[in-house]
Structures are given as C-alpha cells and as structure tokens.
C-alpha cells in the first residue's frame, strides 16, 4: 500500500492544474507539440485555448559530439540572433495558467547524437543552465530570456547510446536545485516520445531507468502496433499499449497520436473513434496519462482536440449523472435511517 501511495503522490506533483480541471470535467489530458510552423500561432495562444496540459517545444534539433546545440523554432523564432527571448513572457502565461512547458530535444531533423558518457552530462550541464534552473554557460543570455522551462523532452528517432546516462545527469541536477530555488522552481520533468514498437530502438536503456514522469509512446507511423482504420482493429495497439504500459510502472504513458490525417503517414484515429473504441481499451491502465498529438499546427486546422474533448466530455456525462444519481440516492437514504424514531 505503501509503494502505491508514493507513485499516486508522485504522479499528483508531476500533473499540471489543466491536468486536474480535465480529469474532473471527463476530458482528456493531452500533450502537444509546438514550434514547428509559423501558422500554428504564437505560445501564448495555444495554451490560451486551454486544451493541452502541457506544451513541448520542438526542437533542440542539434547537439552532441562536438556540434554547438541549436535551438530551432522554426519560423517563430531566430535562436542564434536572440529573438527566441520575446518567448520568455508566452512561456510565463502558459505556466500561470497551470500549462507545463518543457524542450523537446531530437526530432526527425537527426542533427544530433552522444558520443560518450561525458557527452551526455555536458549536454545535462547546457540544459540545465541555458533552459531550466541553472545559472547560464559563463553568463551567456540564455535563448529563452528569464523563462524557466518546466523539464526535457526525449523525442530520440536515431538509434544511439547514452541518453541513459543524460536521463540521470538531468535528474540528478534536479534534486541538487538550490533551496531557495534561484528561479522560483523546485520541479522538473523528464518525457520521452519512444516509437511504439517495445521496446523501443532509441530510448530502451534510458527509459529502463524509471527516472520519466510521462511517457508519450508514439503510436503512427509504425503499421505493427498502431490502430489500423481500414478494418477497424485495435488488436496491434492493445497489444503494444500492454507491454508499454506493464514496462513503466512508475511512469504515466499517453497515448501518442497525429491530429490528423496529414500529420502523419499512418495512424490516424478520428475524434469519435478514439472516445468510444480505442480510449476504453487504454484508460483502464493504472498508468495511463492521456494522449499526446503532433502537432499544434496540425490540431489548429482539423480540430481535433476540440473535437475529442466534446466526445469525452459527452461519453462520460451518463456516467457522471449516474455517480450522482447514486450519492443523492444514498443521501436520502441514509437521512430516512437518521430520522426513524
């Protein structure tokens, strides 16, 4: 019971206020990818429709074996010019509305890798110092301006070793955050966005580790454990949503998805699919966290997390109006017992 107790304690610090306020709604908490197109708005917009629960900034495309790292924002921002620091107040206003804002370090781009163990802790060391509670490399502006990121995403998609070792670097900066925190902080988050083939290629070791809050698994792009839409059959990814969900314990796992059609090669699952075939097969896990989309681009146009919000918020009214039905009936009951002469 003890152990039980400690995971839900941990999973409560780690969950974001918009977690909470959708858990007790009956929507989904969801996950999403920012900064990979100018037409998805600005930050401050898309934690302003109150829809995600947190917010990954995509991407820290390059970094490793001698490569300066690079902050790519697409058409958002120029890192290298200093204009990604007017981010600094967007990023502020989502985390005053209760929205986790974290970096997402890797991508499709595949500018990056580690190449040793001490690889890894200089990149632990860069992170914390220019993006989260550190001090700044030798006083350099850090490319957020003041902003304080709420922790690192691993969206790993080559296969390379020793992110194991920068999981653990990261995490150990984390608890050696000075008290009082020097910005106002005292927690971090690490998540990873492994493939949904388990396990997976790039980030097994790491994730072996136990040290990830959430895990957003991937579950496009890879015919063998995704939802096939053609005949309907969720067999492939219940199977794959098992061993992700058995393989990390003491991690929450979403389920990862494209908001659309054309966010991803294969995939895709409508609004009204998920809320009433797919989610029921996957809520039911302990772990389970949510869903993850790529991207806030691609949401904005087809609306999908609008759309599924509406359907879960729907499916799970009768249940709610049930719940109460049978309090109140309880209620009155229990004041008829009190009553009695």
Not at 106 to 133: C, E, K, Q, T, V
Not at 274 to 296: C, D, F, H, K, T
Request: proline letters at 6%.
């Amino acid at each position: 019971m003890y152990g039980k107790l400690c995971f839900l304690a941990s999973v409560l610090l780690s969950m974001s206020t918009v977690d909470l306020a959708m858990a007790a709604s009956g929507g989904a908490n969801i996950a999403v990818y920012w900064g990979q197109n100018g037409s998805e708005g600005t930050l401050g917009e898309t934690c302003g429709t109150g829809l995600y629960a947190y917010v990954n900034l995509a991407f820290l495309s390059t970094f490793g074996a001698g490569r300066a790292p690079v902050l790519n924002l697409a058409d958002h921002c120029d890192a290298p010019s200093g204009t990604c620091a007017s981010l600094a107040a967007d990023i502020a206003s989502c985390q005053a509305a209760g929205v986790k804002v974290l970096l997402s370090i890797g991508g499709g781009a595949l500018g990056y890798n580690l190449s040793s163990p001490s690889d890894a802790r200089d990149l632990a060391a860069y992170l914390w110092d220019n993006f989260l509670g550190g001090e700044g490399a030798t006083g350099a502006p850090r490319p957020l301006g003041d902003a304080v990121l709420d922790g690192v995403d691993f969206d790993i998609e080559s296969p390379s070793r020793f992110y194991d070792d920068l999981a653990r670097n990261l995490a150990s900066l984390y608890t050696r955050a000075p008290r009082p925190p020097r910005w106002g902080k005292t927690t971090y988050l690490l998540t990873a966005a492994p493939q949904c083939p388990y396990p997976d290629a790039s980030l097994a070791a790491a994730l072996a580790t136990g040290l990830f809050d959430h895990v957003w698994v991937q579950f496009y792009n890879n015919p063998p454990c995704q939802y096939a839409a053609a005949p309907g059959d969720a067999s492939a990814l219940r199977s794959a949503w098992q061993q992700w969900t058995a393989g990390l314990p003491a991690s929450t796992v979403f389920l990862g998805l494209p908001a659309s059609l054309e966010a991803a090669n294969s995939g895709f699952v409508d609004a009204d699919t998920l809320a009433s075939q797919v989610l029921p097969m996957v809520e039911g896990a302990a772990n389970y966290g949510g869903i993850m989309l790529w991207s806030r681009s691609y949401d904005k146009d087809s609306s999908f997390s609008v759309k599924l919000q509406a359907a879960l918020q729907n499916r799970n009214k009768p249940t709610a109006a049930k719940r109460l039905e049978g309090a109140v009936s309880q209620s009155r009951s229990e004041d008829a017992q009190a009553n009695k002469p």
